[in-house]
């Protein structure tokens, strides 16, 4: 169905959190979160508190009025927007502004995370820079220069139209020419080092402007083939676990030492860390890998939901599910249906109440998403 279900009339209520403090949850629900520094609201509804974690998309240039419901009930964390969602910025900035006002009916003051793909090159949804790709910037003779001009000016053209997320950059390194990254010029180079160097001058350069960065897709697709694409099938990588610490990731600690403030998961299967699921269903590689080794506290993002590399027995609920287990903490729903969204809401409210995702790890995302929120109003 279109829209989600409400548990009960609720009243306008605030959402409180700044920066690591405050998070709502479910009456009678835990009584503590991620830390001492956050405090607990019995305020929230389990479907709201599972709309926090929660990314939704739809088709076509108007929002559908189920996805404006899910907003208006608190049961949404933001929307992603792809380019059959935008016909000019005038339109998509009337739109976004129909988004907010519907938030702000909502029992949840924490702004919607509005978001798109402008990595730059091939892959931009708005219209403007950055014009050059990824490959460009990492072969021109300033790298690092060009990188941060290509931050602001993502930016800047997010800002301009009221979005605040930016799906980029990739921090991919890529191993041979022509394969999935290179072939779309979506990898800065084949050097470590130099992608290390240019994805933290755009992070730095495109979180200035207050419009958050995402390193995509940790550990790592540099190693895929042309043909291993996680969005149409199963992908398995097997280099070594040196290589995939020295190469891969190490763009990403990069990353975060700049404070990049959402990192996305690979859906491939990386058998260095964990050879049965895939980066986004596994806590080795989520909470272990990124959180533990890497220190990476920021809000952690799911690639595509709906991804061919994920088991096609596995329902829309079962994957949120997975995922939210693993430790990620937003879900992203792209698959331009709202009624998608609602399944995730749904499966992650109802493995809430049932006590199959504890409350701590749940409230503790919860906490991290609503902060980032925040810290972009």
């Not at 950055?130 to 790298?143: A, C, V």
Request: glycine share 8%.
């Amino acid at each position: 169905m279109d829209e989600a279900p409400r548990n009960h009339p609720i009243r306008r209520r605030t959402l409180l959190a700044a920066a690591g403090a405050a998070v709502a949850t479910a009456s009678g629900a835990a009584r503590a979160a991620a830390s001492p520094r956050h405090s607990v609201k019995p305020e929230l509804s389990n479907l709201q508190l599972a709309g926090q974690r929660v990314i939704y998309s739809y088709p076509g240039l108007t929002p559908p009025s189920g996805l404006m419901s899910a907003i208006e009930a608190g049961n949404c964390a933001g929307v992603i927007f792809f380019g059959e969602n935008i016909s000019s910025t005038t339109q998509i900035a009337s739109v976004i502004d129909d988004l907010r006002t519907a938030q702000m009916n909502s029992p949840i003051a924490a702004p919607l995370l509005l978001m798109t793909d402008q990595e730059g090159g091939e892959i931009r949804r708005l219209p403007g820079g950055p014009t050059n790709s990824e490959k460009t910037i990492g072969s021109s003779s300033d790298p690092s220069g060009e990188a941060a001009s290509a931050g602001t000016t993502a930016g800047h053209v997010l800002q301009g139209v009221g979005m605040n997320v930016n799906l980029a950059p990739v921090l991919d390194v890529y191993y041979t020419a022509g394969d999935f990254d290179d072939q779309y010029q979506r990898s800065y180079s084949s050097d470590q080092n130099i992608v290390s160097t240019c994805g933290q001058s755009f992070i730095e350069a495109q979180q200035a402007v207050d419009v958050a960065a995402t390193a995509k897709h940790f550990p790592g697709l540099g190693a895929a083939t042309k043909y291993q694409n996680t969005d149409t099938g199963p992908v398995t990588l097997t280099q070594s676990l040196s290589k995939l610490r020295s190469v891969d990731e190490y763009p990403f600690q990069a990353a975060i030492a700049a404070g990049v403030q959402l990192i996305m998961l690979s859906w491939a299967v990386y058998t260095a860390l964990d050879s049965s699921n895939p980066a986004g269903f596994s806590s080795t590689v989520v909470k272990s890998e990124l959180r533990s080794r890497l220190g990476f506290t920021g809000v952690t993002c799911t690639d595509a939901l709906e991804a061919g590399a994920l088991s096609s027995s596995l329902t829309t609920s079962q994957r949120a599910i997975k995922a939210a287990t693993a430790g990620m903490d937003l879900i992203l729903c792209s698959a331009r249906s709202v009624s998608q969204g609602n399944q995730a809401v749904n499966g992650l409210s109802a493995a809430y109440a049932a006590g199959t995702l504890p409350s701590a790890d749940f409230n503790a995302a919860v906490n991290r998403v609503t902060a980032l929120r925040n810290a972009l109003a």
